[in-house]
């Protein structure tokens, strides 16, 4: 994957996204976004590790593509990538990052266009029905 942005996450205040925790480094990861559209997170070596959280089970990552409803932890510090990607889009609101939904909402789009396809059906049966019954 080659990466169209990459942001730096840590301590540091001249980090893209600036975390103030005493367990997150001052340069404790990176975050990119590929061509594809997909999150990469990248821990940087960290003292303190980076984690995913996964039924409250946190797993140590060294890289890990992400979405926007994961829940990540920099040393002691846990945050929702929700929260990271805002900040990114916060601070650099001129760059074309897209704002992936979820999968929850590709399900809702999906069950919106079924209702369209029902709704055109039924329209369908009913002027069938009318030509039919007044034809």
């Given at each position: 994957?080659?990466?169209?942005?990459?942001?730096?996450?840590?301590?540091?205040?001249?980090?893209?996204?600036?975390?103030?925790d005493d367990s997150v480094s001052r340069h404790h990861a990176t975050l990119s976004l590929s061509d594809e559209g997909r999150w990469l997170l990248k821990d940087s070596g960290s003292k303190y590790k980076t984690f995913i959280i996964n039924s409250d089970r946190?797993?140590?990552?060294?890289?890990?593509?992400?979405?926007?409803?994961?829940?990540?932890?920099?040393?002691?510090?846990?945050?929702?990538?929700?929260?990271?990607?805002?900040?990114?889009?916060?601070?650099?609101?001129?760059?074309?990052?897209?704002?992936?939904?979820?999968?929850?909402?590709?399900?809702?789009?999906?069950?919106?266009?079924?209702?369209?396809?029902?709704?055109?059906?039924?329209?369908?049966?009913?002027?069938?029905?009318?030509?039919?019954?007044?034809?």
């Amino acid at each position: 994957m080659e990466p169209q942005c990459t942001f730096t996450i840590g301590r540091s205040p001249n980090c893209d996204i600036h975390l103030v925790d005493d367990s997150v480094s001052r340069h404790h990861a990176t975050l990119s976004l590929s061509d594809e559209g997909r999150w990469l997170l990248k821990d940087s070596g960290s003292k303190y590790k980076t984690f995913i959280i996964n039924s409250d089970r946190a797993v140590v990552v060294r890289e890990v593509d992400i979405s926007s409803t994961d829940t990540l932890r920099f040393g002691n510090l846990t945050v929702t990538a929700r929260e990271l990607l805002e900040e990114v889009w916060r601070k650099f609101p001129r760059l074309s990052i897209p704002r992936r939904e979820s999968r929850w909402g590709k399900v809702r789009e999906l069950l919106a266009n079924f209702a369209w396809v029902g709704i055109g059906a039924l329209a369908a049966v009913l002027t069938v029905t009318f030509i039919w019954i007044w034809g």
